[in-house]
């Protein structure tokens, strides 16, 4: 089945131009999917519900190493490209991944001069391939892009996602067998190039598709756009499962269809903002403000990174102005709220270990340990807090040397008394 893939410049994604009626009619005629889809996830449900009954116990129970998990993806963007390696370099993130479309194949040249100041920085990249409907219709054109993108970018970037995003219809991909067709081919080739594999990039909650892909691929890293709720903070819940249920199923899933414990990474994820029009990927409820957006972020990278589960998370993207962390629809750019969370969360939380939770009915505690910074002897002890809703008085009953807002400013204090709120706070002890 085809229809014409039409690109929305403006959110960065395909505009979804099949008709519901002949998405429904494709779905019944390849049904036969579905059986494939149920009889693997059913050969695979004892090993994956045992593993997330043992991950749910532990979690945020055990301690857990924060090592350099903080990603974030970045677009060339013509004349804008020093522009953008300096912003992201303020970030202090050395992590980034790119998206390289297939139907921009003439544009690698472009591409790997981008690449190429990433690397004389020092910035680790992983390279995104991206599918439309004419590469599952015409393998060979696929295939041919594959080896174009490991010969060219395999000497700078150490990772390849194979597709994205592939199970929403827009994406040019109609079932898991199709995928299959796209990411078989990457893997003599990654052999051959000396590159990793990474996907397969399944968008939201839609684990049941893991097992038979995990079977097919043996993916270097696992992958996951998990945006849990779009309409709200991180901690809702959809059919039950918030952000930290779904994490620890994701790994349940992962590991218990590979057989193996496996690196999770999540590719990508945003809130859209209030007020951009025709640059947000979403329309209506999904839309938040810039502060909300800044606090989500928070709350999102320590609730998955605390877990243990996820060893990594990108944010998308650095410059957008519909979601990005900088809006740049003026000829001075701006940066958000959520651009200084970011920056002050991954100055404090890289490297540092995540020593446990603190029980409470309203607010959320995690809570640190770190090397004291340069100059000075022995570790420091923080903790990060917020509300899912309204704030509250929470007593550390400990000494409090300083605190830190969401952004890094200095907020002042008395006593062991801490007003939490729903934007995270840095609290750190004697």
Not at 104 to 124: A, M, P, Y
Not at 169 to 185: C, I, S
Request: glycine share 6%.
């Amino acid at each position: 089945m085809g229809f014409e893939f039409r690109w929305n410049p403006y959110a960065d994604q395909p505009h979804n131009v099949a008709l519901r009626e002949e998405r429904l009619r494709h779905h019944l005629k390849y049904a036969g999917s579905y059986f494939g889809l149920a009889g693997s996830n059913i050969r695979k449900a004892v090993p994956i519900l045992s593993l997330y009954h043992k991950y749910r116990k532990k979690m945020y129970e055990e301690e857990v190493r924060v090592d350099k998990p903080f990603a974030i993806s970045v677009s060339p963007l013509a004349d804008k490209n020093e522009k953008i390696l300096e912003f992201l370099k303020e970030t202090g993130i050395r992590k980034t991944l790119v998206r390289v479309p297939s139907w921009e194949k003439d544009k690698l040249d472009v591409f790997e001069k981008f690449f190429g100041l990433l690397s004389e920085q020092g910035i680790e990249l992983t390279v995104a391939l991206l599918q439309q409907r004419d590469d599952v219709l015409n393998p060979s054109h696929w295939q041919n892009f594959l080896k174009d993108a490991f010969t060219r970018f395999g000497r700078i970037s150490p990772y390849f996602e194979i597709g994205h995003a592939w199970n929403r219809t827009k994406w040019g991909v109609w079932d898991y067998r199709e995928y299959l067709n796209l990411a078989r081919p990457a893997l003599p080739l990654a052999e051959k190039y000396g590159v990793k594999l990474v996907g397969p990039a399944v968008i939201d909650f839609e684990f049941h598709l893991y097992a038979p892909v995990c079977d097919a691929v043996p993916f270097d890293r696992v992958s996951s756009i998990l945006y849990v709720d779009r309409m709200g903070a991180p901690e809702n819940k959809q059919f039950g499962w918030d952000t930290s249920k779904k994490v620890a199923l994701l790994k349940a899933v992962v590991d218990g269809s590979f057989g193996e414990v496996k690196e999770v990474w999540l590719t990508e994820v945003n809130w859209p903002l209030k007020g951009t029009g025709k640059y947000s990927p979403a329309s209506g409820k999904p839309n938040v403000s810039e502060e909300e957006q800044a606090d989500y972020l928070v709350r999102y990278f320590i609730l998955c990174l605390a877990s243990g589960f996820v060893q990594r998370v990108y944010w998308w993207q650095l410059v957008a102005p519909g979601y990005g962390l900088i809006d740049s629809r003026s000829k001075e750019w701006r940066k958000r709220p959520a651009f200084f969370a970011m920056k002050t969360m991954a100055k404090l939380l890289e490297g540092s270990t995540f020593t446990g939770r603190i029980a409470h009915h309203q607010a959320l505690i995690f809570c640190f340990k770190r090397e004291s910074d340069e100059g000075k002897r022995g570790e420091e002890n923080f903790a990060v807090c917020w509300t899912k809703g309204a704030q509250c008085d929470y007593d550390f009953g400990r000494r409090i040397v300083r605190i830190l807002s969401r952004d890094g400013e200095e907020i002042s204090f008395k006593g062991t008394r801490v007003k939490v709120s729903s934007s995270p706070k840095y609290i750190f002890f004697e």
